[in-house]
């Protein structure tokens, strides 16, 4: 899957069991590991009471972090075959094109986000159809006040490791709305794909058969710098928001055509060097993107500290953005062990929602 100048410095403690244990105290490794039977129990996951709704004319996902990345990926991935936008909201209230007419799934792994609540409240004001996704808390007790759908999470999980809980209902949900989502063939694949690279990146297998620690190594302590493409952009933000929230590390993201009229001429400054660009290719990219890549990696490559090329697996959409999410996801956690952190937690992020509570 990936290519490049990637050094491997082997051995522990990537390679080495007791110490990421101990390094893993809450044992994020097996969420990840189970990441394939998430997706499958996802698929399982139905609101209730059952959404019952004409088609709607706008879809908007709405909810912060771990649970808003399930909206970008359910736009992305239907974007070739939805005739309505479906929009990721992250922030309080909602646009003013949210109305009657549109669907909003509020989505929030623990409940509690004020902006998802806030969102969820918007809509009713709006005279939206609404539907949750969640574990419960705030949200759950809103939507049930309004008879509204909610779709009940397993409890346990962190929302960025919860992606697969979160995701898969949306794919329900847009069905019982009349909207088309993803063939069933399609979604079998995607299961498969990321079933197979479960055992791939796990932590028992070692460093020279393992991507995801590979380029964990490679990126080292450098700055990751994330490119996707067109279709992939929203991945690249994925893969950092899983380096900040997991590695406690600060990493970029951006995508092509995009960074070729901005961001490419920052790799001349001097802590380029420092940096390690990472480039999300995918088979079904446009042409034009692939050869942007390759203008691309002519001039970065000189001056970047590294520079590793990974490519999506599978043949559909879903299975290919899943994989190279699903590798993000590996990479940042390892990037947590060699840092020494503690993947799981994230005590500055519940410090803000702390202070902030109401
Ligand atoms: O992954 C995380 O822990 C965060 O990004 C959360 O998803 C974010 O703070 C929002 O919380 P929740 O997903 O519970 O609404």
Same mark, same amino acid.
């Given at each position: 899957?990936?290519?490049?100048?990637?050094?491997?410095?082997?051995?522990?403690?990537?390679?080495?069991?007791?110490?990421?244990?101990?390094?893993?105290?809450?044992?994020?490794?097996?969420?990840?590991?189970?990441?394939?039977?998430?997706?499958?129990?996802?698929?399982?996951?139905?609101?209730?009471?059952?959404?019952?709704?004409?088609?709607?004319?706008?879809?908007?996902?709405?909810?912060?972090?771990?649970?808003?990345?399930?909206?970008?990926?359910?736009?992305?991935?239907?974007?070739?075959?939805?005739?309505?936008?479906?929009?990721?909201?992250?922030?309080?209230?909602?646009?003013?094109?949210?109305?009657?007419?549109?669907?909003?799934?509020?989505?929030?792994?623990?409940?509690?986000?004020?902006?998802?609540?806030?969102?969820?409240?918007? $809509?009713?004001? $709006?005279?939206?159809?609404?539907?949750?996704?969640?574990?419960?808390?705030?949200?759950?007790?809103?939507?049930?006040?309004?008879?509204?759908?909610?779709?009940?999470?397993?409890?346990?999980?962190?929302?960025?490791?919860?992606?697969?809980?979160?995701?898969?209902?949306?794919?329900?949900?847009?069905?019982?709305?009349?909207?088309?989502?993803?063939?069933?063939?399609?979604?079998?694949?995607?299961?498969?794909?990321?079933?197979?690279?479960?055992?791939? #990146?796990?932590?028992?297998?070692?460093?020279?058969?393992?991507?995801?620690?590979?380029?964990?190594?490679?990126?080292?302590?450098?700055?990751?710098?994330?490119?996707?493409?067109?279709?992939?952009?929203?991945?690249?933000?994925?893969?950092? &928001?899983?380096?900040?929230?997991?590695?406690?590390?600060?990493?970029?993201?951006?995508?092509?055509?995009?960074?070729?009229?901005?961001?490419?001429?920052?790799?001349?400054?001097?802590?380029?060097?420092?940096?390690?660009?990472?480039?999300?290719?995918?088979?079904?990219?446009?042409?034009?993107?692939?050869?942007?890549?390759?203008?691309?990696?002519?001039?970065?490559?000189?001056?970047?500290?590294?520079?590793?090329?990974?490519?999506?697996?599978?043949?559909?959409?879903?299975?290919?953005?899943?994989?190279?999410?699903?590798?993000?996801?590996? &990479?940042?956690?390892?990037?947590?062990?060699?840092?020494?952190?503690?993947?799981?937690?994230?005590?500055?992020?519940?410090?803000?929602?702390?202070? #902030?509570?109401?």
């Amino acid at each position: 899957m990936s290519e490049g100048r990637v050094r491997v410095p082997a051995g522990p403690p990537l390679d080495d069991l007791d110490a990421i244990e101990r390094l893993d105290p809450h044992a994020a490794r097996e969420v990840l590991r189970r990441f394939p039977d998430q997706c499958r129990e996802g698929l399982g996951l139905h609101p209730s009471p059952p959404v019952r709704l004409a088609l709607p004319r706008l879809v908007v996902v709405a909810g912060m972090g771990g649970s808003a990345a399930s909206g970008d990926l359910l736009a992305t991935c239907l974007a070739d075959r939805l005739s309505v936008p479906v929009l990721t909201h992250r922030g309080y209230g909602l646009p003013a094109l949210v109305g009657p007419g549109a669907l909003v799934i509020a989505a929030s792994y623990s409940g509690e986000t004020v902006e998802a609540v806030s969102a969820f409240e918007a $809509a009713v004001k $709006a005279g939206a159809a609404t539907a949750a996704v969640t574990r419960g808390g705030r949200l759950a007790a809103l939507a049930a006040r309004h008879g509204a759908p909610v779709v009940t999470l397993p409890p346990g999980l962190m929302p960025r490791m919860a992606l697969g809980s979160l995701f898969f209902p949306l794919l329900g949900i847009l069905e019982s709305a009349g909207l088309p989502t993803v063939p069933e063939a399609e979604v079998a694949e995607a299961l498969e794909t990321v079933a197979a690279l479960a055992d791939e #990146l796990a932590p028992a297998r070692p460093v020279e058969q393992n991507e995801a620690k590979r380029l964990a190594l490679a990126v080292g302590d450098r700055v990751p710098v994330v490119y996707g493409g067109e279709l992939t952009g929203s991945v690249a933000y994925r893969w950092k &928001t899983d380096v900040e929230e997991n590695a406690k590390r600060f990493a970029v993201a951006g995508a092509l055509p995009e960074m070729n009229h901005n961001e490419i001429e920052a790799w001349r400054a001097p802590e380029a060097d420092r940096l390690q660009a990472i480039f999300l290719r995918d088979r079904g990219e446009h042409p034009d993107v692939a050869r942007r890549f390759a203008v691309v990696r002519a001039l970065v490559e000189p001056v970047a500290g590294g520079l590793a090329e990974v490519w999506s697996r599978g043949e559909g959409r879903l299975a290919r953005l899943l994989s190279l999410i699903y590798l993000g996801q590996w &990479t940042s956690y390892y990037l947590a062990l060699l840092r020494g952190v503690d993947p799981w937690a994230v005590p500055l992020l519940e410090e803000v929602k702390r202070r #902030l509570r109401p």
